[in-house]
């Protein structure tokens, strides 16, 4: 899951972060219930999902606003859906009751204005949520599609460099420690590697990045 994105200015203050209006138990329930699957009503589906964001009009394939609407919604149960209380509780907590009142929250959505924690714990969420089943890892062809979703190169500056060096590693799958970790890199190495240490304690596929990285240079 989950067009290039205008990333907020970090000295731009953020737009609201709830909807106007009180907020109607009912009118949420009466939502969930359009979007939901009869065959399954306490679980809002990929299609159910889809629903919702063709009623936003957003493109749940490529809008990284879907991401953080669904992680502000807390949906953590299951990935790649969404219970019926994580969606009711979190149209609450948004004070969001119908689909105006959240298309009026979607300037919030932009990740731009998540500071470095915030941004840790949704980058981690995307993680969770992108799994399939009971799947630990996820395909690093997933992987290659979803960074760049997620990730720009101001908070990710490896990040042009790691997505060719993914089509070339023999890895297949991705784990939490590798994507989480990647973050990480780019908060402590610099673009062109020069403080990166022997000794770093990064996870392998990081150690290889960083051989990719000095045999490229070589070249």
């Known amino acids: 899951m989950f067009s290039s994105k205008k990333v907020a200015k970090k000295d731009a203050p953020a737009p609201a972060a709830s909807g106007s209006g009180k907020f109607d ?3 949420a329930d009466s939502l969930y219930e359009s979007l ?5 009503p306490d679980l809002l589906s990929m299609e159910g999902i889809s629903k919702l964001c063709e009623s936003l ?22 990935p790649g ?3 019926r209380t994580e969606f009711t509780t979190g149209l609450q907590k948004l004070q969001a009751s119908s689909v105006d009142k959240l298309k009026s929250l979607l300037p919030s959505l932009d990740p731009g204005f998540l500071d470095r924690t915030q941004f840790r714990d949704f980058y981690k969420f995307v993680f969770q949520f992108s799994r399939e089943g009971t799947n630990k ?6 992987i290659i599609s979803l960074l760049p ?11 042009p460099h790691f997505l060719k060096f993914l089509e070339s590693t023999t890895h297949q799958r991705i784990t939490l420690d590798q994507w ?13 590697m020069s403080n990166l240490e022997d000794d770093g304690a990064w996870p392998l596929l990081l150690d290889e990045y960083a051989e990719w990285r000095k045999s490229a240079a070589k070249a």
């Open 57 to 78: 009009e957003l493109d749940p394939s490529s809008d990284v606003r879907v991401l953080v609407l669904l992680w502000k919604l807390g949906a953590v149960s299951k």
């Open 149 to 159: 979703i997620v990730l720009d190169n101001n908070r990710a500056p490896h990040l």
């Open 137 to 142: 890892t996820i395909e690093k062809e997933i």
């Open 81 to 83: 859906n969404i219970t």
């Open 25 to 27: 138990p009912k009118a």
């Open 36 to 40: 939901m699957d009869p065959d399954d």
């Open 180 to 192: 989480d970790s990647f973050l990480h890199f780019n908060h402590q190495i610099k673009e062109d």
